[in-house]
């Protein structure tokens, strides 16, 4: 069975940094592409990054190019949000979630349980 | 960007009743949608992809129809489990955005 577990939210001061962790279990890791995807309190699903099985294809939602860095370790079975410069409105629920690639996309198949980021003085 | 757009925001339904959302890409997207139902305090779960594949465990109550720009779920006996939030999301170029939701909740 798929697992992923997120880890690494709490409360930071603006302008602070946070690396949050995705680690998977149940399937092999490094064959998949995977994705950060947030929720700020009461709103929508905002897309925020994706990374290649080999990490060779890296995106962002321009927004956050510059502030965030996604990155994995396949020897850990981990996946990596660096999170800097944090705002008010980065506030949200982070969620890991594993990419199915195909010839009608991708989608996303299996979610981590969400870890909470609170920017606040 | 490509926008997504969901309509409605909301919706009151009833036990057993058809329900239709319909969600509408600012350019063309071929047939890369997905979409996703959400309960409050967990994480989103994929029902359908690629306008109309069923993923795997799905009920069939659900599908999903519609190529280029104009999309739609459909659910077509509501059950109890069905309120919830429900989203789109086009896969065909990053960001892979979602459309803003639709929450389904009971008469």
């Known amino acids: 069975e798929v697992h992923l577990v997120e880890s690494g939210g709490g409360l930071v001061k603006p302008g602070g940094s946070l690396r949050l962790s995705c680690a998977a279990s149940?399937?092999?890791?490094?064959?998949?592409?995977m994705n950060w995807v947030r929720q700020a309190p009461g709103k929508g699903l905002e897309w925020v990054s994706s990374i290649s099985s080999s990490s060779r294809y890296i995106y962002y939602t321009d927004s956050l190019k510059g502030r965030f860095t996604i990155s994995r370790d396949n020897a850990k079975n981990t996946l990596y949000l660096q999170m800097n410069s944090l705002r008010a409105e980065d506030t949200a629920v982070y969620f890991c979630?594993?990419?199915?690639?195909?010839?009608?996309?991708?989608?996303?198949?299996?979610w981590g349980q969400g870890t909470l980021v609170t920017v606040s003085s | 960007d490509i926008q997504m757009t969901q309509s409605p925001s909301s919706l009151s339904a009833s036990i057993g009743d058809r329900v239709t959302i319909t969600c509408r890409a600012s350019?063309?997207?071929?047939?890369?949608l997905n979409w996703y139902q959400q309960k409050p305090g967990k994480a989103p779960k994929i029902l359908i992809y690629?306008?109309?594949s069923l993923q795997t465990g799905v009920p069939s109550r659900f599908s999903g129809s519609g190529s280029g720009t104009d999309f739609t779920l459909t659910i077509s006996s509501l059950q109890p489990e069905d309120f919830a939030t429900y989203y789109c999301q086009q896969s065909y170029s990053t960001p892979n955005t979602f459309g803003q939701g639709t929450k389904l909740q009971i008469k």
């Open positions: 690629g306008a109309s």
């Open positions: 979630a594993r990419i199915v690639s195909g010839a009608w996309g991708e989608f996303l198949d299996s």
């Open positions: 350019q063309t997207i071929s047939n890369c």
């Open positions: 149940g399937f092999t890791f490094d064959t998949f592409g």
